[in-house]
């Protein structure tokens, strides 16, 4: 693809060309450190995952948020699939409880 997409203890996903390596979005959102990312197998979306218990989605169009998916515990890992309909979602994700 074009870009790459990071994410960070500064709780920000930063998105560059990766013809350029310039910088091309900060998206903001997440309250704790960001662990993956990851963009749609049709890359019409990208995926960050974080110790804040959230995954957020953004469209590749404008890189706006389009939904927060809230978990039991950290994300530390997620990837886009093919959902075997009608009963799965096309995100999986590994998750850690935090310390109590």
């Given at each position: 693809g074009d870009v790459l997409a990071s994410g960070g203890e500064d709780m920000l996903v930063r998105v560059w060309s990766a013809r350029t390596g310039e910088l091309t979005n900060l998206l903001p959102g997440h309250s704790n450190a960001i662990r993956t990312v990851a963009f749609s197998l049709d890359a019409k979306l990208l995926a960050?995952?974080?110790?804040?218990?959230?995954?957020?989605?953004?469209?590749?169009?404008?890189?706006?948020?389009?939904?927060?998916?809230?978990?039991?515990?950290?994300?530390?890992?997620?990837?886009?699939?093919?959902?075997?309909?009608?009963?799965?979602?096309?995100?999986?994700?590994?998750?850690?409880?935090?310390?109590?």
């Open positions: 960050s995952g974080s110790l804040d218990k959230t995954v957020r989605l953004y469209t590749t169009a404008s890189y706006t948020h389009v939904k927060t998916l809230d978990f039991a515990a950290c994300v530390l890992t997620l990837a886009f699939g093919r959902p075997l309909e009608p009963f799965s979602s096309p995100i999986t994700c590994s998750a850690m409880p935090t310390p109590e």
